[in-house]
């Protein structure tokens, strides 16, 4: 089994200055905030969502191999042989019918992925504009989560396969996605803590949301695991609504159990310090709670001089009012 999962050494994930220029390696670079896409090469990404601390990291992903470029079907991306980076921007005018436009989305992503030849998708971003608006199933991220589940669906034993993920909301209009892929398969990984979010009760929405609570990809020191959007959910439900310290203790509790989970399950039980995090994002759904966290973030960024990116963006549950998300590399033998 071990010699058909994703063993790229070559991949990382790095935060950068957002006006450095992009290095030969370079597989994608995402920068946030509001502005023009007046950039055309096709690795570039822009998020709509406010840095609330300086400096506004870019994320940039980066090959050791050779990489190559190009446009398809609206997609920019560029891949190096083992993985590819993907991104594409909807304006809202495509949008008008939310669920069958994400459907179509996911769709041609698994063509596009297809007919590149890197199938496995490792990791989706979403960041969908006006995330918690509509009422019941019609609130925006339910339209958007019944439309991927749709398309998904489409692939036999797709919950098994299913990639990591985060979906935020912006204040900028349309939908921005961008995303990894593997010409083999990473591990998913789910959360003991936390019901598989495939699984999810029917009062989230018509369709359970298609993701992976982490996926395990690298092999030996360079092993990483790309942890999905992470919030203060137990079993399915949000705990301590309003209470922005607590939810951040439930997520960092979220965070343990998951990487206690893959260590025990896919590297024999390796001690806990074989665990470095990366990088770390945290979406906050309110600027003005950032000085009630500060003293949490320390613990957020683990040890070192990791780099944190806090970003503005309204978490996809209208009762949650924070998400991390972090990469995190373990070191273990070959
Ligand atoms: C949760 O645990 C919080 O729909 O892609 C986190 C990460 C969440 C990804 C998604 C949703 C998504 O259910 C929400």
Redesign the pocket.
Known sequence: MTAHIFNSRALRCEYVAPDTALPAGALGRVEFGRGARGDDDPRRVRVGLEALELPCWAEQWVSTRPVRSGRADGFGYSHDGEVLFGQIHLPEAELVDLERATLKLYVHIEQLLRKLGYPHCLR?W?FLAGINAGEGDHER?RL??AG?SRALALKPDFEQRLP????IGMAEPGLVVYFLAGKQPGQPVENPR?VS?YR?PRQ?GPRS???A?ATLIGAGADSRLLV????S?VG?E?VHPGDPVLQLDETLR?FDALIDNALARHFGGLPRAAVHAESVKLYLRDPGLLPALRGQLTRLRGAGDVPLLVLHGD???SD?IL?A?AVFRIDAPL
């Open positions: 989706m979403n991220y958007f989560s991927r990591a993920a985060t979906a936390q979010a999810y989230y949301p298609s993701f609570r999905s959007g992470t919030a959910v399915h949000s979220n978490i996809c549950r949650l998400e998300e």
